[in-house]
């Protein structure tokens, strides 16, 4: 009896372990569809494609970047992310072309996506232009059932990764930009395109979406005196379901080749972050998040480096710095 009695509990919990483990992983899930689809990132204002399309070419060269972000360090299944992005402007700098190329992992869930990107840009002014751009390309998700250990092992739930989802999109944005101010405007992906896994195996009443993000971005550039200037910045992000999120951020420049900066991102994070340019060509950033949520108790921090490469390959022409 008491061996008995010592199974039916050991099923029960086994059962309460098991459902719990599915309900977190579709918690990871659905936070990464909801509050942090569009992964993140510190360092936006050193690569703008990653939020907006119309970004492309609006650079005097053709740029590449690499954005390589480990989040909430020390805590096992936390967002780990790279991205890399080229543009260049082309016909006499009216059309600009790009792509963006990102893997991003949380927990045991994969993604990774590639988008291209077509912006149109009109000279409003001997110093301002006005840029529309357009995105399209797809996503990739798959959960890796099987890295998740389990109590009673030969669990059929767990012993197959799910399918690969591919999830086609395009978006859409608008970037007005000067030598001293620029704003933009994007919704990187339209489409709120199902991220279901079950197909067919296991019965759900809701899944995640590839949920709508809008985002809205502004900075001006201020001449303290001829060798140091100042670029505040704000970063406004929402998404249905989830709470506006703002972050402003100011930047001190020296000699145009040192960059020392902050952000505050509301409820969430203080940034400290820096630029070098080592030449005219290759640029080095990094950034280092201060958790202000609970998660602090858990975590020390975030860890992101930025690299970029500008090639001028019009040798004649002169190519100012740009702070864009």
């Given amino acids: 009896m008491k061996f008995v009695f010592k199974n039916i509990i050991i099923c029960k919990v086994d059962r309460l372990l098991k459902s719990l483990l599915i309900s977190l992983c579709i918690m990871t899930l659905c936070f990464n569809a909801i509050a942090q689809q569009d992964a993140l990132f510190s360092q936006y204002m050193f690569n703008g494609l990653v939020l907006n399309p119309a970004y492309a070419g609006s650079r005097e060269a053709l740029t590449a970047s690499t954005l390589i972000r480990s989040q909430w360090l020390k805590i096992d299944g936390a967002p780990v992310t790279q991205t890399f992005t080229a543009n260049s402007p082309l016909l006499n700098e009216k059309i600009g072309v790009g792509f963006l190329l990102f893997h991003d992992q949380i927990g045991v869930m994969n993604s990774y996506g590639f988008y291209g990107s077509y912006a149109y840009h009109m000279k409003l002014n001997s110093k301002a232009k006005l840029s529309l751009g357009l995105q399209g390309g797809f996503s990739n998700y798959q959960v890796r059932w099987a890295d998740i250990t389990t109590i009673q092992s030969g669990d059929p739930v767990f012993t197959v990764n799910s399918p690969n989802l591919i999830l086609p999109n395009f978006g859409l944005g ?3 930009y000067s030598d001293k101010f620029f704003v933009g405007f994007s919704v990187p992906h339209l ?3 199902k991220i279901d896994f079950s197909k067919g195996s296991v019965s759900t009443e809701r899944v995640a979406h590839q949920m709508r993000h809008y985002f809205l971005n502004a900075g001006y550039l201020m001449k303290i005196n001829s060798n140091i200037k100042f670029k505040p910045t704000l970063f406004l ?12 951020n100011g930047e001190l420049i020296f000699y145009d080749a040192f960059w020392f900066g902050g952000s505050y991102r509301s409820g969430d994070a203080i940034v400290l972050l820096a630029l070098y340019r080592l030449n005219k060509q290759v640029s080095l950033g990094y950034s280092y998040d201060f958790i202000l949520s609970e998660l602090n108790q858990y975590s020390k921090g975030s860890h ?9 390959y019009e040798k004649d022409k002169i190519i100012s710095p740009r702070y864009f």
């Fill in 174 to 176: 608008t970037y007005y």
């Fill in 304 to 312: 992101e480096v930025m690299l970029r490469f500008e090639f001028n």
């Fill in 191 to 193: 489409i709120n395109n």
């Fill in 237 to 248: 992000k929402y998404v249905k379901s989830a709470p506006v999120q703002l972050d402003l």
